[in-house]
């Protein structure tokens, strides 16, 4: 009745859909005169009525109403009046006649996976979408894989962005021209109407979109002119909108008290609300609505700027909601045609009157303005059209470089992320190399981006330097989001010109001034002052500063290269700009500094006083820096040589340039010394960065090129000079007896590190010419040599050695291009990662004073080369690598090494050494000394052998070290104090430098005695002498090792003699030890099972079976290490043991929640849920683990007083750590005595007599009752020999007893999830289950690894299993006997009907073993009734196992699948297949519906069916009776036969039916006539009280197929790709921020957020806490898909990070997505993996990880 009123009311949208008509509406717009005007009254008309209906209730059924009625009211009109047709044909008939062009354009959803080809891309932003890069020949090439954080676009066919092959395979021109105008190609009435309708929908959405909102504070309800509804409804939305600022849970907690909200509604409006940039909270008038937004304002701007709230009416609302739709329309339309895309780009940047004029621009400078869902869809739009377009791309590029300060202003007011800005599609813009520079030219985008950002940071000091200290937290965030701009820069200047103009040269040159303003904001700022006496309060601001220095870092080494690309006249003018600015910044340097004057060694220098140790220090010098930069540049590019007239050379004032470097390097070298330590880590930090990988290139390695080209201009003696003076040592070497130190100097050791810092510098000086234009060197060799000096500290991984490398402006190191030459790859294992490894011949150019070494890094790397050497027999001195070249413009370089001051030092500490000890001098001194002796003495040997000709070595240093004369002192030469030091007894480790650097000074001697001579000659003669004194070395350590030989064997033979003479002194001793231990190896051969046990007697079930009796079992507590013996009537020892519920055997992996009293006698063969048991095998008694427990339950009671934190382990819930192995633990299993050996009876009932025997014992245990006098009677006869009331003797002790009890209650606590109840019957139920549940698992475990039976088990699951089923068989004597004798005879009913026993259930939803552990076990209490003695509990036993067989075979032949199509075999078939057929006839003739198959194909499938029956039959009877197993299941996987004859069957187990055919048919016929097994066959609907099917009907076939882990992608970028179009599926449509995936079932979650949490046991969890309760019983196994990272949970409140399967070329996982290295699976590393889970060992791993990294402990699990 209702929709047959609703379609009468023409008023409701249901009755529109009926009555309009599109095309009408469509025609009547075009006959109109004002177009404007008639669609603006159709929205007024139908926007009101369609949208935004109220929020209360709002369903899936009411979004789909809004949908079609957009669609069909609104949409479809539009699209008639576009096209002039019915909208389906038109959009086809116009992609029909389309041209596109070749540009892809796809664009990249949140999360998907995008690739950058490393070889050809331009830059690291051009990246391809995954169908292009598989169709491109990229995926060849070296690429890197990432995840796109959403907005950007394939950049296929987009040859600016490729040096090499910009098309793929689908966008590959066909050869044909695209039209210059695409418009062209369009009807002119189509494009008349398209002119006309893009300009109404795209004024109209930009009106309602950009409104001045903020000047409406109280009513969001003026709509543009001609948008007015025809009726006003006094309906109002509260709208809140989203900020940065305030938190989830502060939003939640606020709409539940302004709204009156349930918490799961706020969360969804707070989920909202983030998602989409706003959200109504509430639907009403407008002071209902005021009411909640007054709340709101009130409870959020207490401590900050309060959430944004407005009243908005809902027309307006309405109509906004249209407007982004119609944009969405928009964006869809024009991707038909690019005819239709340019008219849209025109009619948005068509100007109207003023500047700003179009609707693009009234947009973008309302950008910061509009909520989030706004802006990413109008920039989607932008996207889809202005960028698409080539010709308007450079129309708004440039708009939006007129905009650029206004639009980064506003950017630095809003406080959205930068990825939902106007300002991010920089990105797009200026990152093309050709539109940067036209930018560059005529906006002068360079200017002002720099001058925008100096702007935005106005704190400074006095000297106008940037200042970070006073920074609040409003100015720190500015800060971090000015940060941006600094991208932008370096998006502009990523890709050098080839070819400049002269407008280029003139605005980058203005740029370059600005940015040199910049960096004297940066230059000095931070400075630092010595602490003395009195520690620094406050530790001060340090990072922000680094942060700048590190962003701006790699944008000046992009400024380089822009110089180096127009040497003459870029170069020239650029090093004069900042020569000028570094004059200017620092041109008061000496001012007001004291002048000093220097005398030594003969040489005088005029400096001034200054101390680094005094005065103010900074650590911040770009300008400096960048001048050693173009210094480099002017050197390599040789314009210093061509065109010195150009540049000012001799304006400069080397002592100053160096100036400021030097003390920033004296400063690094006195902390070092330890004379900072009162500054605290501020500036231990800063040191730290200042020579880390990310910042050095631009500080520490500039400024020791900057001391490099000062002392290349420079005498070397002042130079040197000055350095001393800097390093305040001056007064050390200057004193007449300089090489005389006195020990009584207080700050000896501090100026001792001084000076071996000093010695450091001037090496470093000296000797780094690996950089192109300081020595004559190519850039890779600079990258080889960083490779060769990371790995001779140790081999390292690929990942290990790109962070040692600095990255250039395109992220690449150089690395792949030279590691192969240098280094070999070792493959990692299972474990690890691969690992490079020096090639031998690349140690010779080992360098141990390498100036990117760490100290710790130097002294493990000496090590590791020296012991290299001692390996292969060679001297162990490391001299430094011979030299390359100095470049021409710092030739003079070298003379440093010659120089009186350097001789004078060398000599001074050569002189200290000379005496040992006393504190004067360190070995450290010394060896650098000698390093520079060796530098000296390769040098001289180069050039004299490099020497053209007749030309004349002006080196000499070999002259002056051998002349006293040429020393300040009369004390001797240098090579004399050399040859004195070489053999002192103290300086042993420095013995072979010393003979090295002798050896070099006779080869130079003898190449230049020989000057007149060949060259050839002179260097085969030169060596003759190196290898003469080899060879004395090799006699000299051969005489050694002879002595320390004979020493050796003279000390072992006085100990062998010590040794007797003790024996013979202490025989009666000694000859009672050797007793003792044969005793005690008489005594294990004695209880040895397998010695024990004759081939014939391997069976272990039945009267035949021969016991262990006498097999004894010491084992010793790990607590108190007492040893004991394991006794019934003893004290009970107990081993630590974990127990879990456990899917892993199951296939069904969606669970259902259980009842509470689910009953759990019966399993279904499925094996939904299992309970089980491991352990670590390490025992104790169990009064010293209570103790132990008692002890940790104190503990983290103090713990949680103190700390209030968690812990790796609960002990609410009784868990542990093992003492000794620290294994997660939760309970202890008692250890029990082996059973007693069998009483064999003469005559063992057969199976129709046990069962007559059993079956009158069940009847009347069932009817019995007690008499008035306390005896048993009943209404059945007893069986003979029985005695109902006979109480069986306990055959444990007190202690015993408790621990079998506390095991048992344990188990049921875990297994049933309810809390311990001693009298609850289910209790030893679930100790049976744990037992055949752990069974079955490590049985599986075996069988799918191909490993014997028995044998391959470690020592804890062997004697896990063994306790387990010990404690199964004594289970009974801890519970009341009548709670067994009802199990047994609920059990026996499944196999013998009993009327007695309701709701069996039928064999098809039995687990069989199961049935068998649990007859088995519960048999025995039954059996205690037996007082005639004339049979054993193993002829049950045995009687069991028969008949359990029996109903299996039914089983397996009830579900045998006829899936495969096999041919009959040739013959008439055995024995074991007629029988089959035999018994499976007899089945099908009472349930027609088995299908007809073969005879061997029924004994194939019930072989392999009952085969794991078999084999968990075969070690649960091993483990209860103690039995040896025969070799064939020891040594092998396990023969058939074997196997049957352990378990007292025949190999033809049809012979168990055949034989009691008589008695078993009716059994038989009973279990197929269950009313549940017709229906579960067919599967179709259960019988009431019958057992759940699996989903979809379907019964358990056998054998179960193992259980895997989810197959995975080879390839890591199709899971990639599968994540991004994964959506979350509460939050309509949007796409999750952290997929994750599920590797037991493959289900995807949306992980970790608000949206997806749900309630588990009364808290609310994640998605995937939640997930692991329904797959995997509370554990769980996650691949973050976005992070590559696997994650481990167990429970709530643990958990763990697993390295993932997936692996880069190089071995090693990229957890993050860092390196973006393309991924590939390791199918050894998911085996491992996958066996972890199957073995139950996550919550181990979980527990292992989190003891070892307590920061994991501390992670809110239950919310991922």
């Known amino acids: 009745m209702a929709a047959a009123e609703s379609e009468q009311d023409p008023s409701s949208p249901s009755g529109e859909f009926l009555s309009f008509s599109a095309r009408d509406t469509a025609q009547r717009w075009l006959a109109a005169s004002d177009l404007k005007q008639e669609v603006y009254r159709h929205l007024a008309l139908y926007v009101p009525r369609i949208l935004c209906q109220g929020t209360g209730g709002r369903d899936s059924r009411e979004e789909q109403r809004e949908e079609l009625g957009c669609q069909l009211l609104l949409l479809a009109p539009l699209e008639w009046f576009l096209l002039g047709a019915e909208p389906g044909a038109g959009l086809a008939h116009l992609q029909q006649n389309n041209r596109p062009s070749a540009l892809c354009g796809h664009v990249f959803k949140v999360g998907e996976p995008t690739y950058s080809c490393r070889e050809c891309a331009a830059d690291p932003t051009c990246v391809l979408c995954m169908t292009c890069f598989l169709g491109s020949v990229h995926k060849e090439h070296r690429y890197r894989m990432t995840t796109s954080g959403g907005g950007g676009f394939c950049d296929c066919g987009d040859t600016e962005a490729w040096k090499s092959s910009p098309f793929c395979q689908t966008h590959l021109p066909d ?220 129309i708004f590029a440039i708009q939006f470089a007129k905009n650029y300060r206004r639009l980064q202003t506003d950017f630095m007011e809003d406080d959205h992320e930068r990825l939902v800005s106007v300002t991010s599609l920089s990105v797009q813009l200026f990152t093309v190399p050709t539109m940067a520079r036209m930018l560059m030219v005529d906006q002068d985008l360079m200017g002002t981006i720099i001058r925008t950002f100096v702007d935005q940071l106005r704190h400074r000091d006095l000297q106008g330097r940037f200042q970070f200290d006073r920074y609040t937290a409003q100015q720190a965030f500015r800060f971090q989001r000015v940060q941006n701009l600094i991208g932008d820069l370096k998006y502009v200047l990523m890709s050098p010109p080839d070819q400049w103009t002269d407008p280029l040269r003139i605005k980058f040159l203005e740029g370059l001034d600005a940015f040199l303003d910049l960096l004297r904001c940066m230059q000095g700022m931070d400075p630092v002052v010595r602490q003395v006496g009195q520690h620094i309060e406050m530790e001060p601001e340090w990072e922000a500063a680094f942060t700048l220095q590190m962003k701006l870092s790699p944008v000046i080494s992009m400024i380089q290269d822009w110089c180096r690309s127009d040497p003459e006249v870029v170069l020239v003018q650029a090093y004069r700009k900042v020569l000028s600015m570094l004059s200017q910044s620092s041109g008061g340097l000496p001012d007001g500094e004291q002048p000093l004057s220097l005398v030594l060694a003969g040489h005088q220098v005029e400096t001034f006083r200054y101390q680094v140790s005094q005065e103010r220090v900074s650590i911040h010098l770009p300008l400096c820096r960048l001048l050693a930069g173009l210094h480099v540049l002017l050197s390599r590019t040789e314009v210093a040589t061509r065109f010195p007239e150009q540049l000012p050379l001799g304006e400069l004032a080397p002592p100053l340039l160096m100036e400021l470097p030097l003390r920033c390097l004296v400063l690094c070298a006195q902390v070092h010394a330890g004379m900072w330590r009162r500054n605290g880590f501020s500036l231990i930090n800063q040191i730290y960065y200042y020579h880390n990988v990310k910042c050095r290139v631009e500080m520490f390695d500039k400024d020791i090129v900057m001391l490099q080209a000062g002392a290349s201009m420079m005498d070397p003696n002042h130079f040197l000079m000055i350095v001393l003076s800097r390093f305040e040592l001056f007064h050390v070497f200057s004193s007449a ?361 391997k069976v272990c079930v039945g009267p035949r079976r021969v016991g262990g009796a006498d097999l004894r079992q010491l084992v010793t507590c790990i607590l108190c290490q007492e040893e004991q013996e394991v006794r019934g009537a003893g004290k009970a020892m107990v081993l630590a043991a974990f127990v879990q519920r456990s899917t892993v055997l199951s296939r069904n992996h969606t669970c259902t929640p259980e009842p509470a009293g689910r009953d759990p006698v019966f399993m279904h063969p499925d094996l939904p849920v299992g309970v089980h048991t491991a352990s670590c095998g390490h025992i104790m008694h169990a009064t010293c683990w209570q103790r132990y427990f008692e002890a940790v339950q104190v503990k983290e009671q103090r713990r949680q007083q103190r700390l209030r934190g968690n812990t790796s382990y609960d002990v609410e819930n009784g868990e542990f750590l093992c003492p000794l192995c620290e294994c997660l633990s939760n309970t202890v299993i008692p250890l029990l005595p082996h059973l007693a050996t069998p009483g064999h009876s003469p005559d063992p009932p057969s199976l129709e007599a046990w069962l007559q025997t059993t079956s009158q014992l069940i009847a009347a245990l069932h009817t019995c009752r007690k008499t008035p006098e306390g005896e048993l009677e009943g209404a059945e006869p007893v069986p003979e020999g029985f005695r109902l009331d006979f109480s069986p003797h306990r055959p444990f002790s007190s202690s015993i007893s408790e621990m079998i009890t506390t095991f048992s209650l344990a188990v049921f606590k875990v297994g049933l999830k309810v809390e311990p109840d001693e009298q609850d019957g289910r209790v030893p139920v679930v100790g049976w289950s744990t037992c055949a549940f752990s069974i079955q698992s490590i049985e599986r ?296 995936l599920c590797l037991v079932c493959g289900a995807m979650l949306c992980s970790q957020s608000y949206c997806c949490q749900t309630e588990v046991d009364g808290e609310d969890v994640g998605a995937c806490t939640a997930h692991t309760f329904t797959c995997g019983a509370g554990v769980g196994l996650f691949l973050r898909v976005r992070e590559s990272q696997v994650l481990f949970v167990a429970g709530k409140t643990k958990g763990c990070f697993y390295p993932p399967p997936y692996l880069d070329d190089y071995g090693e996982t990229d957890q993050g997505l860092k390196r973006g290295n393309p991924l590939h699976l390791c199918p050894d590393r998911y085996r491992k993996m996958e066996r972890l889970w199957r073995q139950h060992g996550i919550p181990e791993v979980i527990g292992h990880a989190q003891e070892a990294n307590q920061t994991l402990v501390a992670i809110d699990w239950q919310h991922l």
Not at 356 to 380: C, F
Not at 1360 to 1369: D, H, I, P, Q, Y
Request: with cysteine; hydrophobic share 35%; charged share 20%.
């Open 175 to 394: 050869g044909g021209e695209a039209p210059e105008d695409p418009v062209s190609q369009l009807s002119p009435d189509l494009v008349a109407r398209g002119y006309s309708l893009f300009s109404i929908l795209l004024k109209y959405a930009v009106d309602l979109l950009t409104g001045d909102q903020q000047d409406q504070q109280d009513r969001q309800d003026r709509l543009p002119e001609g948008l007015e509804p025809p009726e006003r409804a006094d309906t109002y939305f509260c709208m809140l909108f989203n900020d940065e600022v305030h938190t989830y849970e502060q939003v939640i907690y606020t709409l539940q008290k302004a709204v009156s909200c349930s918490q799961r509604e706020a969360v969804s409006f707070a989920t909202t609300v983030d998602r989409d940039g706003r959200k109504s909270v509430r639907y009403g008038d407008f002071q209902f609505c005021d009411q909640a937004k007054s709340v709101i304002v009130r409870n959020t701007g207490r401590q900050s700027k309060p959430l944004r709230v407005q009243v908005m009416h809902s027309s307006v609302v309405a109509h906004q909601s249209f407007a982004l739709k119609a944009l969405s329309w928009l964006g869809g339309i024009i991707q038909y045609s690019d005819g239709l895309r340019r008219i849209l780009c025109q009619v948005g940047l068509q100007k109207g009157e003023g500047e700003n004029s179009t609707l693009v621009d009234h947009l973008m400078l309302n950008d910061s303005k509009m909520w989030k869902g706004a802006r990413n869809v109008y920039h989607q739009l932008l996207m889809n059209s202005l960028l698409m377009d080539l010709k308007f791309k450079k």
């Open 737 to 1097: 007896d300089a090489r005389k130190r006195y020990r009584d100097n207080k700050d000896l050791v501090q100026q001792n590190t001084l000076i071996e810092e000093m010695l450091h510098l001037i090496i470093m000086v000296i000797g780094e010419r690996y950089v192109a234009g300081i020595g004559q060197v190519q850039p890779l060799d600079e990258v080889r040599r960083e490779i060769i000096h990371q790995l001779s500290i140790r081999p390292m991984a690929h990942s290990e050695l790109l962070k040692a490398l600095p990255e250039n402006g395109n992220k690449e190191t150089g690395l792949e291009r030279v590691i192969d030459s240098v280094a070999s790859f070792k493959k990692p294992g299972v474990t690890g990662r691969g690992l490079y490894e020096l090639r031998p011949e690349w140690n010779k150019h080992f360098n141990l004073y390498f100036h990117h070494y760490s100290r710790a890094d130097q002294s493990k790397a000496e090590e590791a080369q020296r012991k290299s050497r001692r390996q292969n027999g060679e001297d162990t001195a490391l001299p430094p690598p011979p030299p390359p070249p100095l470049c021409h413009l710092l030739g003079s370089l070298v003379n440093l090494l010659q120089c009186d001051v350097l001789l004078a030092l060398e000599g001074a500490v050569l002189q200290w050494s000379v005496e040992p000890g006393g504190g004067s001098w360190t070995e450290s001194m010394l060896q650098r000394v000698l390093h520079l002796v060796a530098m000296a003495l390769l040098e001289e040997q180069q050039q004299l052998e490099n020497r053209c000709g007749e030309e004349d070595v002006t080196f000499s240093y070999t002259c002056k070290i051998t002349r006293p004369g040429e020393a300040p002192s009369s004390s001797g030469s240098i090579l004399a104090l050399l040859e004195s030091l070489q053999n002192a007894p103290h300086l042993e480790v420095h013995k072979d430098m010393i003979t090295w650097i002798l050896k070099t000074v006779g080869t130079i001697k003898t190449i230049r005695e020989r000057t007149s001579t060949s060259s050839t000659f002179t260097v085969s003669q030169g060596a003759g002498p190196e290898e003469t004194g080899r060879d004395r070395d090799k006699a000299e350590r051969k005489r050694k090792a002879e002595m320390a030989r004979l020493r050796r064997e003279k000390i072992m033979a006085q100990m062998s003699e010590m040794q007797k003479h003790f024996i013979n002194e202490n025989k009666d001793l000694f000859q009672q030890s050797l007793e003792e231990m044969e005793a005690s190896t008489s005594a294990a051969e004695y209880s040895s099972p397998s010695s024990a046990l004759t081939c014939a007697s």
């Open 1341 to 1636: 475990l075996l069988l799918d690894e191909d490993k014997p039976l028995f044998g391959s088990l470690p020592c804890r699951q062997d004697d896990c299993l063994s306790s387990l089923v010990r404690f199964g068989s004594a289970c009974w004597t801890s519970v009341p006997q009548n709670t067994v004798y009802t199990h047994f005879s609920r059990l026996l009913a499944v196999l013998v009907p009993d009327r007695r026993v309701e709701n069996s259930p039928c064999i098809l939803n039995l687990d069989m073993f199961h049935l068998l552990v649990y007859s088995v076990l519960s048999y025995s209490s039954l059996h205690s009734l037996d007082q005639s003695g004339r049979s054993s509990v193993d002829v049950g036993h045995l009687h069991l196992l028969h008949l359990v067989t029996v109903a299996h075979l039914v089983q397996v032949l009830l579900t045998c699948s006829t899936g495969e199509v096999c041919m009959d075999q040739d013959g008439g078939g055995s024995e074991e297949e007629q029988l089959t057929l035999q018994l499976y006839c007899f089945l099908r003739k009472h349930l027609s519906s088995l299908p007809d198959v073969s005879p061997w194909q029924l004994w194939s499938r019930v072989k392999a069916g009952i085969l794991p029956f078999l084999r968990a039959a075969a070690l649960f009877f091993h483990y209860l009776n103690s039995a040896a197993p025969p070799a064939d299941l020891v040594a092998g996987p396990g023969q058939w036969e074997s196997l049957c004859s352990f378990l007292s069957l025949p190999p033809n187990l049809l012979l168990l039916y055949q034989t009691h055919q008589d008695l078993l048919d009716p059994l038989v016929l009973s279990w197929i006539q269950h009313p549940g097994v017709p229906p579960l066959l067919r599967g179709g609907i259960q019988h009431p009280g019958v057992a759940p099917l699996l989903p979809g009907g379907r019964v358990t076939r056998f054998p179960r197929e193992s259980n895997r882990l989810i197959e995975l992608p080879e390839d890591y970028s199709v899971l990639i790709n599968q994540a991004s179009s994964f959506t979350c599926p509460r939050s309509g449509g949007d796409k999750s921020r952290a997929p994750t």
